[in-house]
């Protein structure tokens, strides 16, 4: 659905009962904050309206192509902070939360055989995929994964941007010229009306990236726990936001005269929630009604299954514009940083401090075999296992029959060694 408006923003946002609101949260509080944050920057409009004149030049230059043919890969990298040890996903979420990203912007994901008909002409693979980081800013291994312990219950990021600031409890983002940072936590005060918020781009570089309950990450396999909203979709919606994407009403308040600068995918009133039966016509749309199963409508997980082409070139646009220097992140390569001879591979350790009981994961470079030893700060085996042939590495540890204290877990593989230190605290 598209109106030609460069002067596209926001002076009120009003949100929409769509169908069914019942008691679930709004899904997204991304324009909320976006008004937010013109009223702070003046600037900020101007800025985002050379984006959208340079998106519809690349539109215009693209015209009857559907998608890039070149696949972009974005690295990710998570700031996990927790209060909880349910708020401290797993890596297995994490990376189940990756693949349903990448099946998701591929149009691979299983449930596109619950596309409408009408809907599948315009159904399309956007050619961006995404990779947990396997180098930080340093050049130095990483997982991807930062755990931060947070003493508050947790943030509120519809009010403030705490968490995105190591000074105000949260964590310091990644260079956002490289990395897709999200920030997962609870989320508490104004917040618990909603589940996730973007930066457009524009925005200032401290705060780039997605916030995302914690409740919300996840896929297929590790689903999260967030009733209704448990697959991994909100990610996918929200990462739509970050590419440029604006919800696909408009956020016109069923005003029927807004826009989401968009040709193929229909006009509509407001947000659909909970899965509606096609077609769900309004605002005069014709025998096909709202495309209610995009990405950036507000239905359940297992009810959205797709973008357009059009959304594709739209973000395709903004990976060639103000997201350009992504493309050419290191973020995925292989580390060449000062530790990367002596760690080849980084190693993830949750929860730490410990009980007794943690989990340890690895990315391993390729297929290894792996032998874990873990020793107390005398040097004694106090535990030791052997894989063979694995390329992810995620192992249960348990020392609750061991005193409290450090203790080293040494991680050893054909290509090198990694070692990390786990307090055992009960």
């Not at 996730?196 to 996840?218: E, K, M, N, R, W």
């Not at 340890?360 to 297929?367: I, V």
């Not at 030791?384 to 020392?399: A, F, R």
Request: overall charge negative.
């Amino acid at each position: 659905m598209r109106k030609y408006l460069l002067l596209l923003f926001v002076s009120v946002f009003v949100v929409s009962a769509g169908t069914s609101l019942a008691q679930k949260p709004k899904r997204c509080g991304t324009m909320d904050y976006l008004a937010r944050q013109m009223a702070e920057d003046p600037t900020l409009a101007s800025k985002m309206a050379d984006i959208e004149k340079m998106t519809h030049e690349f539109e215009t230059q693209s015209a009857g192509m559907r998608t890039s043919s070149t696949v972009i890969t974005i690295p990710v990298v998570f700031h996990v902070l927790y209060h909880t040890t349910a708020q401290n996903i797993s890596d297995l979420k994490i990376l189940d939360q990756i693949a349903t990203l990448n099946k998701d912007y591929a149009y691979l994901n299983a449930d596109t055989v619950n596309t409408p008909a009408a809907f599948r002409p315009v159904a399309a693979n956007t050619n961006i995929q995404f990779c947990l980081a396997t180098q930080d800013p340093n050049g130095d291994p990483t997982t991807g994964i930062i755990r931060k312990y947070i003493t508050a219950t947790g943030f509120d990021p519809y009010t403030n941007q705490n968490i995105k600031y190591t000074a105000q409890g949260g964590d310091d983002a990644w260079d956002r010229n490289k990395y897709l940072n999200i920030w997962t936590s609870n989320f508490t005060g104004a917040s618990t009306q909603i589940i996730g918020i973007s930066q457009f781009p524009g925005g200032a570089a401290a705060t780039d990236g997605c916030v995302i309950l914690y409740g919300t990450i996840g896929g297929e396999t590790y689903h999260g726990t967030t009733a209704y909203y448990n697959l991994g979709r909100t990610a996918t919606h929200e990462i739509g936001h970050w590419l440029n994407l604006y919800h696909i009403w408009g956020d016109d308040g069923g005003a029927c005269n807004g826009s989401d600068y968009v040709t193929d995918t229909p006009n509509q009133a407001s947000e659909n929630y909970s899965c509606v039966a096609f077609p769900h016509i309004t605002c005069n749309n014709g025998p096909n009604g709202d495309m209610y199963v995009n990405y950036m409508d507000y239905g359940d997980d297992n009810c959205l299954n797709m973008f357009t082409a059009g959304q594709g070139t739209r973000m395709t646009a903004a990976l060639n514009g103000p997201r350009i220097s992504i493309k050419t992140s290191p973020g995925c390569q292989e580390p060449t940083g000062i530790n990367s001879t002596a760690r080849q591979f980084a190693v993830s350790i949750y929860p730490n401090p410990s009980t007794g009981e943690f989990v340890l994961t690895s990315k391993l470079k390729d297929l290894s075999d792996v032998e874990v030893i873990v020793t107390n700060i005398l040097g004694e085996v106090v535990y030791k296992n052997s894989s063979k042939g694995i390329s992810y590495l995620v192992q249960t540890i348990d020392l609750s029959d061991q005193s409290n204290g450090i203790y080293m877990v040494e991680v050893r593989t054909n290509s090198g060694m990694s070692t990390q230190k786990v307090v055992l605290n009960r």
